[in-house]
């Protein structure tokens, strides 16, 4: 079985930055995700594992809060992993 790497890039506003966060986390075949600015800096490089679990999740969910309430658009780049 091969592994891919995909990546997928999606726009959101800050108040639903969490909400898409969190999505994205419970599709579980999601590697890496990369909270940009709306000129294109990194605020947010997080790398995700299988073993991701709530109580290790808990500090990045308050860091992508923190990151909301300070922007007003920021780009989400999605690194998945797909079996072929």
């Known amino acids: 079985m091969v592994k891919t790497k995909k990546e997928?890039?999606?726009?959101?506003?800050?108040a639903g930055l969490l909400k898409k966060f969190k999505e994205l986390v419970k599709e579980g075949n999601v590697r890496r995700i990369t909270i940009k600015e709306k000129a294109g800096r990194t605020i947010l490089d997080i790398p995700l594992t299988i073993g991701v679990i709530g109580a290790v999740l808990?500090?990045?969910?308050?860091?992508?809060?923190?990151?909301?309430?300070?922007?007003?658009?920021?780009?989400i780049s999605v690194e998945r992993e797909i079996k072929n």
């Open 58 to 75: 808990t500090p990045v969910l308050a860091a992508v809060g923190a990151v909301a309430a300070l922007i007003t658009e920021c780009t």
């Open 8 to 14: 997928e890039t999606f726009r959101v506003d800050g």
